[in-house]
């Protein structure tokens, strides 16, 4: 048998190659159109020849770490981007090994040197020339962040650097130290407008009244902004002095007695109905500042509060009734000493009240055994006597008082703000709340708080700042063309919606890979209908 062999030159196996992309191409191309890579680029000087990374880079390469949902420490970035397409993602020419910590490290040395929140505020106001924002009201909150190490906490506070220290802790950790990230965000979608890192022990109170006097006159000249919002942190007198020539609106603390007397006498009225909000408006005077107050009734604070109220309540009259049971044991040498310390214990009641009250004397004789029928006693002890019955009145005050809250303002024209915009300002703060709970996500950059210097900490902030406000304009962003084009997507239980939370679209675009053949020809596998239809809309 004859066996035919052909000659000829063996070609080379084609070489294929698969990224991991998912939603990360949704956060590259918002950080492209939001211009945040040139918008630090811009202000911040460096050579451009001498660095493969350039800060704006490097920034970017930090938002996608943060919005990767990855739970990976900073220095562990080149492990992030080591299966992900990171030319398409950040830049041409740039590899995973080029994100390295020292890379990383100098972007965050040189954003400190620049100063994080001037910088955050040059991109701010680049994101909402972009998105076409119109900010009107700027809601102002703060959060604590904790840490582990000690840090500077034992040195003295530096100019322009944060004392990471103990202080008041919203996380519910007073042994670890700690920082506050303070935050003015705009009402439509809870971008973030400007950002302060503060030490770890200042209070919300002095705070807020700082970050008014810096940045109040930007806040108007860069964004238009009319109206600040922000909690009873804000509701000092002092502060409310420096804010003379801008509006603002606040809750009213608690602690001040007119707030008190006021819920007391119109409570009643408002609660007619529980199950319907119900305000009535009045004018007050405090700090020598003329003010509209709207006292707020709210059926949801009222569902809240019965169950808190009426477990404070029970455990109140158990309290008392204990204590006057133990009264009513006690002996007194006279009939004046046992009439005083009824008199003191009533005053002191507060879920109770006495009825039937008397002192009763009762007998004592010397020696042992029983005495006779005609013998006189030796001594006499007094004793309380009474009962006790459930006050109704403290209860319902109670009740009242957490179902009812306070806002002012010193915009005196009903017209120009009425109260019913004025309670959905306010309520609109959760936004400020929400964002605060999506930069503690455990996901999230937060477990990265470990840089050892205060300075690049600092700088970290104004980073997951900056990738909070990635995350809300990509989901303001969605919701506008879904909304604008009629069109729906499934969420997590297959629904079709028009307002979709970024979270589920990022986990919803997992699996989504690029593959490159023969290291020339990309192909994008895993995209379904809805994948493209949003690709689409979004441009």
């Known amino acids: 048998m004859a066996v035919h062999i052909e000659t000829g030159t063996m070609q080379a196996p084609k070489k294929h190659t698969s990224k991991v992309i998912n939603h990360l191409g949704l956060v590259s191309t918002m950080c492209d159109k939001l211009k945040?890579?040139?918008?630090?680029?811009?202000?911040?000087k460096q050579d451009q020849e001498k660095r493969l990374v350039s800060v704006g880079q490097a920034v970017k390469a930090m938002i996608i770490n943060g919005l990767g949902f990855a739970q990976r420490a900073l220095y562990l970035t080149p492990l992030f981007f080591q299966d992900k397409p990171v030319e398409r993602l950040i830049g041409e020419g740039i590899q995973a090994e080029h994100l390295n910590d020292d890379t990383l490290g100098r972007a965050l040395d040189e954003i400190y040197e620049y100063g994080p929140s001037e910088l955050f505020t040059q991109c701010?106001?680049?994101?909402?020339?972009?998105?076409?924002?119109?900010?009107?009201?700027?809601?102002?909150?703060?959060?604590?962040l904790h840490v582990d190490g000690e840090y500077n906490s034992n040195e003295e506070e530096q100019d322009g650097?944060?004392?990471?220290?103990?202080?008041?802790?919203?996380?519910?950790?007073?042994?670890?130290?700690?920082?506050?990230?303070?935050?003015?965000?705009?009402?439509?979608?809870g971008i973030p407008l400007l950002m302060e890192s503060i030490s770890g022990n200042k209070s919300d109170k002095d705070s807020f009244r700082e970050t008014i006097k810096s940045h109040i006159g930007q806040l108007k000249t860069d964004f238009g902004m009319e109206y600040i919002i922000a909690d009873s942190a804000l509701y000092v007198a002092e502060t409310l002095k420096e804010m003379k020539d801008f509006w603002w609106i606040s809750r009213v603390p608690e602690t001040i007695n007119l707030a008190h007397d006021i819920i007391d006498s119109v409570a009643a009225e408002l609660m007619i109905n529980t199950k319907e909000q119900a305000f009535c408006s009045l004018g007050a005077v405090y700090g020598d500042v003329k003010q509209h107050w709207v006292v707020v009734y709210s059926p949801e604070a009222y569902s809240r509060a019965t169950k808190s109220v009426n477990k404070k309540v029970l455990a109140t009259s158990e309290s008392e009734v204990k204590k006057f049971e133990y009264l009513c044991k006690q002996g007194f040498a006279c009939e004046a000493d046992a009439q005083q310390a009824l008199i003191k214990f009533e005053k002191e009641l507060q879920s109770t009240l006495l009825i039937n009250t008397k002192i009763v004397s009762l007998p004592h004789f010397n020696g042992k055994g029983r005495p006779a029928k005609d013998r006189k006693p030796d001594s006499y002890s007094y004793h309380i006597d009474?009962?006790?019955?459930?006050?109704?009145q403290y209860r319902n005050s109670l009740l009242q008082r957490k179902s009812c809250f306070i806002l002012?303002?010193?915009?005196?024209?009903?017209?120009?703000?009425?109260p019913e915009a004025m309670i959905a300002a306010y309520k609109d703060q959760q936004k400020v709340e929400r964002g605060f709970r999506f930069l503690k996500d455990p996901l999230f950059m937060a477990s990265t708080l470990f840089l050892k210097s205060?300075?690049?900490?600092m700088a970290l902030m104004m980073v997951m700042t900056l990738c909070l406000a990635v995350y809300a304009a990509l989901e303001l962003s969605i919701r506008k063309v879904l909304r604008d084009s009629n069109e729906l997507f499934p969420n997590q239980k297959g629904k079709l919606i028009a307002n979709p939370t970024a979270r589920w679209v990022f986990q919803f675009f997992t699996g989504i890979h690029v593959v490159v053949v023969d290291c020339m020809n990309e192909v994008v596998l895993g995209l379904n209908e809805y994948h493209l239809l949003l690709l689409r809309l979004l441009g």
Do not use: F, W
């Open 454 to 457: 205060p300075k690049r900490i």
């Open 36 to 44: 945040i890579v040139s918008a630090i680029d811009q202000v911040i």
């Open 161 to 189: 650097v944060i004392r990471i220290t103990k202080g008041y802790s919203r996380d519910h950790r007073p042994d670890l130290n700690q920082l506050v990230l303070q935050l003015i965000c705009e009402r439509q979608s």
């Open 408 to 418: 002012a303002t010193n915009q005196l024209d009903n017209e120009a703000l009425t």
């Open 386 to 392: 009474g009962c006790m019955a459930s006050q109704l």
């Open 124 to 144: 701010a106001i680049q994101i909402a020339n972009t998105l076409n924002l119109n900010p009107r009201y700027g809601h102002l909150d703060s959060t604590s």
